[in-house]
C-alpha cells in the first residue's frame, strides 16, 4: 500500500513539474514573439498552481493520465503569424526535451552515489525520482509531437501546410478532435507505441551519459 502511495506520488509530482515548464515555454515564447495574452493572465509562470487544471489532475491521479491548462495565444500579435505560431507551439516541447537532457545526468550521477553508499535510501529515492522525472518529459514532447489537435503536433503540421492547403483544411480535424484524439489514446494504450518509443529514447539518451559518469 505504502509503495503504490509513493509511486502515485512521484507520477503526480513529476507529470505536475513537466507539465508547468511545458506550459511556461509556451507563454514565454509567445511574450518574446510580441504576444503578451499569456503573460497578462499571470501564465507565464512556475507556479504550478497557475497551470493545474482540476480535472486533468484528477484524471492524472485516478487514470495516470492528465493534462494542464493550455496557455492562450492570440496570433494577431505575432508579426509573422504562421513562424510564431510555430515557434510557439514548439515551445513546450522543446522545454520537455531540455529538462530530460538536464536530468538524465543527474539521475545517474544519483545511481552511481547509490551504488558507492551501499543503497542509500535517499540517493536511492532522489534516482528513482530522477531518472522517473527524464521518461515522464520525454514521453510528453513525444506525445505532444503527434499531429492531433489540441496537440502541439497538429499546430505544427498546419503552420508547416496551411500555406498549401488553405487556412479550412483542417476544420474537420478541429471539429472532431475530442473523438480523434480520445481514439489515438486508445490505440497508443493498446499497442504500447508510446512507452516503447519513450523507453527506447529515455535508453538512448542514458546510454550517451552513462560513458561519462561510470
Known sequence: ???????????????????????????????????????????MTLNPFAHIDIIGLLCLALLGFGWAKPVPINPRNFKK?????????LAG???????????????????KLAIESMQSPILTALYSFASYFVQVN????????????????????EDLLIKKTGPGSFFWLRKYSNFILIGVLIILNITGVLSYVTGALYGLLTSVFMPLIF
Open 1 to 43: 500500500m505504502l509503495e503504490i502511495l509513493v509511486s502515485k506520488v512521484y507520477m503526480i509530482a513529476t507529470f505536475i513539474v513537466a507539465l508547468t515548464f511545458h506550459e511556461w515555454a509556451h507563454a514565454y515564447a509567445a511574450y518574446k514573439l510580441g504576444d503578451p495574452t499569456a503573460d497578462n493572465m499571470g501564465r
Open 81 to 89: 503569424p504562421r513562424r510564431d505560431d510555430l515557434i510557439v507551439s
Open 93 to 111: 516541447i522543446t522545454a520537455n526535451l531540455i529538462l530530460a537532457i538536464v536530468f538524465a545526468p543527474i539521475s545517474l550521477i544519483c545511481l
Open 138 to 157: 520525454i514521453l510528453l514532447a513525444v506525445f505532444n509531437l503527434i499531429p492531433v489537435p489540441p496537440l502541439d503536433g497538429f499546430h505544427v503540421v
